[in-house]
């Protein structure tokens, strides 16, 4: 028998969104190609650090959702850590944890107090951060060898350590003096769709990353109305569980 094998694919549309900061919830939508809500299919978001901890939830009728983030990943006490290596050379990173989102600076000083650069000065989410420095100044200039003191401020918090650069970066072109490292754990997330009418499918989402979007192949693509026995005009996958049809369509 010879079956017209018409492939498309559903396309499962996340919007998710951490909405203020005092809430820190994932809410979104589901919904298919045609803008029509999927309901009832299973939302679960875990972190990738500790898969043990997570939330799961349904979609309501209109294909959205909500889940309070708070009680996954419990707020962290501020913290500056040390910077690592250290003493460096040609640079650095410079971990730190805010409990909150909110407004964050970080500052890298010399021995006499003057500010050589601002690293960070913009609102960051709640969670574990690491910054590059590469010895330079706020011009791209290289900065000579020696002791040097960051400091990390938010809301009223903040503290300062200290750092050494070994043989000094100003014989040297500067590049891009800072850039924010993400790192996949608490501040990442780990999201699964599940579904009686999906496939799952699995992604990750980046703490207030904004809208997400995940492609998933629903039944109606691996049983289409097209795929007809060409002599009886019958879909030879009735009745077929969606783990067999699926072999089946990947060949496997």
Avoid at 139 to 157: D, E, F, K, P, Q
């Amino acid at each position: 028998m010879k079956y017209a094998l018409f492939h498309s694919t559903v396309a499962i549309i996340v919007l998710a969104t951490a909405v203020a900061a005092e809430e820190d919830r994932l809410e979104g939508q589901v919904i298919n190609p045609r803008s029509h809500p999927v309901k009832r299919v299973q939302v679960e978001v875990y972190r990738l650090d500790d898969p043990r901890q997570r939330l799961t939830t349904l979609t309501d009728e209109n294909g959205g959702f909500s889940l309070p983030l708070r009680d996954l990943v419990p707020p962290r006490p501020n913290a500056l850590l040390q910077n690592h290596p250290n003493p460096f050379n040609p640079s650095t990173l410079i971990p730190f944890e805010i409990e909150k989102r909110g407004h964050v600076r970080l500052d890298v000083y010399n021995i006499l107090g003057q500010r050589l650069i601002t690293l960070v000065d913009e609102e960051r989410p709640a969670g574990f951060h690491r910054v590059q420095w590469d010895g330079t100044d706020r011009l791209g200039r290289g900065v000579s060898a020696g002791v040097y003191i960051y400091r990390l401020s938010t809301g009223n918090w903040h503290d300062a350590r200290k750092l050494m650069l070994l043989d000094g970066a100003s014989g040297r072109a500067g590049g891009n003096a800072a850039g924010l490292v993400e790192d996949a754990g608490a501040h990442t997330l780990g999201v699964k769709i599940t579904g009686e009418e999906i496939l799952p499918a699995t992604f990750t989402w980046g703490w207030g990353s904004g809208p997400l979007v995940a492609e998933v192949k629903g039944i109606e693509d691996l049983i289409p109305p097209e795929v007809v026995d060409s002599k009886t005009g019958a879909n030879p996958f009735s009745g077929t569980s969606l783990a067999s049809i699926a072999q089946i369509v990947s060949g496997h």
